[in-house]
């Protein structure tokens, strides 16, 4: 397979938040997959990308950047495969995947989308919606900030006030649920799932690859938990996705975060040899 070349393209470091380096081991270790396959893996920057540096006819990429995506979107139109699609990962800005996960009937909390101007106190009172989290809505979070929990209306004004002042004009408010936080990492058109609850995992030293298979009993219906993750996945258009889920104590669940191409930090090297089969497969398929 040598003559298939790859280019695999990093995240910019301002849409890895913390996760600079999980960001980077995933996409390291899928480009190392490949290349024991056969195919010839070339690395570029998220700048490179924007730059006019890549000119692989395959590429997979962690991109977030919004000049990214043009770009990516004109390869995918001019038939080159591109994993994720950008149009998908377009669809993960967060008002946008909050209005398609809302209107495609994926469980998800109730949200306000506001201009970050806006007066939303008496919209908040009359839906009833106390404690909330306040998210941007125009691109991915780059700051802690990005995504800020309220206990009450006014709070959740102030913070609209604090966005508009950072010149963020749109925001999501989404209404806070009480439960357990599940994690879920999967592939979409394989098998592959893995879930867990996040305070009851352990990690190794150096990462934590060790859990492969989860060994933790679901307090709540893991078929239709893993149906509902890939419903989400096939609607927003996104093939290596994982996210975030709150478990009510009644076993019934929400997602309240959904990532293309996530870190897999507990899993990773299993889901990087998942990952660049899913790719390679593609590939003889375009073909």
Known sequence: ????????????????????????????LTAEQLRKRGCEVRTYSEEQLIGGAVKERVVIHMCRDHRSFPILQAMEDDGCLVFNSAYGVENCTRERLSRIL???????????????????????????????WIK?????AQHKEDVTYVRHPQEAQEMLQEYFLRGIKRAVIMRHLDGEQV???????????QWFYPFEKSYSADGGDKATTNTQTPRFDLEKFKDACGRAADILDIRFYG????????????IIDFNDWPSFAPCRVEAAGVIARTVLAEIKSHK
Request: net charge negative.
């Open 1 to 28: 397979m040598a003559e298939i070349k790859i280019a695999a393209v990093l995240r910019a470091g301002a849409y890895s938040p913390n996760h600079i380096g999980n960001d980077a081991a995933i996409m390291n």
């Open 102 to 132: 809302l209107g495609s009937g994926i469980p998800y909390p109730d949200c306000i989308m506001v201009d970050t101007n806006q007066t939303v106190t008496a919209r908040m009172e009359a839906a009833r919606m106390d404690r909330a």
């Open 243 to 254: 996210g975030d889920a709150i478990v009510a104590p009644d076993g019934t669940f929400h």
């Open 183 to 193: 994690k879920f990492y999967g592939v979409s058109g394989t098998p592959w799932f």
């Open 136 to 140: 941007r809505g125009d691109l991915y």
